[in-house]
């Protein structure tokens, strides 16, 4: 059984850096799409960035292009989501997910973005950006 788990949220003030994990177990995920999204309260959930793990390509959101970073360990069991220079704005849960495998995997082709691509989904973690 496919099973992802975010960790790392916290309060932080503006400017500074937090780093999200999402640990991935119940399959060999060198054929996955993660994707971080994030869905602050009475919004909709909104895809930040992703990771194609099958040859490492990362996509970001407009938002936040620059100030997060998106990767993954080597044994590819935990994705990363370094965010830095954080604005309140970015006040959110943040989830992790997952897209089933596909033979050669294209995010943008999958509309990464959107949270009805993905298959499986981990909890949320909250991160609370003070002004």
């Known amino acids: 059984e496919v099973q992802l788990q975010a960790s790392g949220g916290g309060l932080v003030q503006a400017g500074g850096s937090l780093r999200l994990s999402c640990a991935l177990s119940g399959a060999t995920f060198d054929h996955y799409v993660i994707g971080w999204f994030h869905q602050a309260p009475g919004k909709d959930r909104e895809g930040v960035s992703c990771i194609n793990l099958f040859d490492d390509a990362t996509y970001y959101a407009d938002s936040v292009e620059g100030r997060f970073t998106v990767s993954v360990n080597n044994a590819k069991n935990t994705v990363y989501l370094q965010m830095t220079s954080l604005k309140p704005e970015d006040t959110a849960a943040y989830y992790c997910?997952?897209?089933?495998?596909?033979?050669?995997?294209?995010?943008?082709?999958?509309?990464?973005?959107?949270?009805?691509?993905?298959?499986?989904w981990g909890q949320g973690t909250l991160v609370t950006v003070s002004s």
């Open positions: 997910a997952a897209i089933r495998p596909w033979t050669v995997p294209n995010p943008l082709r999958m509309n990464w973005y959107n949270p009805r691509a993905y298959d499986y």
